[in-house]
């Protein structure tokens, strides 16, 4: 997860819980210039004790999990962009001929 991500969802929490940014600036003692500029995606360089701070007021926690899915490399991006954009070979058709036109395209 991006920190730009996190900041809608701190966000939508603090909506949800009924608070204002003031009122997350009292309850966590952090300016509610920090907590406007990080939902908004400007303070992107806060730091983990004051986001984790802001995200218990909220009734979020900030934690480590081992990732479920293996990050792609540009290489992997390039590939699936290789196989959007390439034309796919024409699938096999059965072709019916009427009597007799097999023999004449054999000749």
Do not use: W
């Not at 997860?1 to 003692?29: C, H, N, P, W």
Request: one cysteine or more.
């Amino acid at each position: 997860m991006y920190l730009f991500e996190l900041s809608e969802i701190f966000r939508t929490a603090r909506i949800a819980a009924g608070l204002t940014q003031k009122d997350v600036s009292k309850l966590s003692r952090i300016s509610t210039t920090t907590i406007s500029d990080f939902e908004r995606g400007n303070g992107l360089d806060i730091g983990v004790l004051t986001l984790s701070n802001m995200l218990r007021t909220v009734g979020l926690e900030l934690a480590a999990i081992p990732c479920r899915r293996q990050t792609r490399t540009l290489d992997d991006v390039q590939r699936e962009l290789d196989a959007e954009l390439l034309p796919k070979p024409p699938a096999r058709q059965r072709v019916r001929h009427k009597r007799g036109e097999k023999k004449a395209l054999r000749h």
